[in-house]
C-alpha cells in the first residue's frame, strides 16, 4: 500500500520534474519555434506571391482573349492600318475567270474578269486604274503614324496606303511587261529607279505577290471534276473574302492628291514603290 502510495508520489515528482522539463524544453525549444514561425512567414509570401503571379497571368489571359475577340480576319489585326479596320466586312464571292471544257473538247474560260485581261489598251488600264487607291494620304485626325511614315512637307498629311493596292500595283506591273512594246511608258524611265530596270521592278513584284498570297494563306479546299479522261480544277468555288469594294471604296476617297503636292509636281521629290 505504502509502496503504491509512494509509487503515486514518485509519478507526481516524475510529472513534476517532467513539466519542469517540459518547461525548460520550451523554453530551450523557442528557436525551433521561431522557425515555425519563419516557415508560417514564408508559406504566406509565397502563398500571396502566387495569388498575385495567378491573379495577373489570368488578366493577361483575359485580356489577350478580349484581344483574340477584336483582332481577327473580321475585326482587323494590329498590323492593319487602323482607320481600314472599321472598313471591313466579310463576303463570301464564287471566283470566276475559271478554264472550263467545251463539248468540243476545246477549252474556253468564263467571262468573269474579262475587263482586266486581254490586249492592252486604255480600257484596260482604266479597269486596274480603278482597283489602285495605291496611295493615301491621312491626317493627324485620322490615324497616328508619326516617325513611322513620310508626310508631306505642305500638308503634314502622312503618305500611306494599304498593302492589297502594292500588290495589285505589282500584278498590274507584271500584266504590262506581257506587253512591253505597249507599256514603253513604263517600262522606259531612265530617270525613276522604280522603272529604270523593268526586270528588278518585276523580281520585286513577284516575290511580293508571293509573300502576300502565303500570307492570306487562303485555305478554301481545291474541287475536281473528270470531264472525259481530264481532271479539270473547278475555280469557281466560294471564298470568304474582305469586302474589297468596301475598302476600295473608302480609299479611293483619301487618295493622294498629288496635283495638289508641288515638291512632287515639280520633280523635287521623287516615289520609288
Ligand atoms: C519644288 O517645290 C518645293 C515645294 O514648293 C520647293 O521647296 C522646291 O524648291 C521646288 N524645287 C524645284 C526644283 O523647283
Redesign the pocket.
Known sequence: MFGALYRIKMDEEENEEKENLLETDTTTIRPPAKRNNQILRLLFIIGVSLNTLFGILGIFTFASFLNSGKSSYENGFDTDLEPAREKIDLIVKTFTGGVELDDAGNFYTDDGGHEYVGPPGPEVDEAWETLLGLNLDLDEDEVVLKGSTFQW??SGNYFTGIDVYHSLHCLNRLRQAIYPEYYTRIFNHPSDPSRKNHIETLDHCINHIRQAIQCHADLTPMEWRLDGNKIILKTNTQHTCRNFEQINGWALSKRTKFEDI??WR???LQIVD
Do not use: V
Open positions: 512637307p505642305e508641288h515638291s515639280n520633280g523635287s
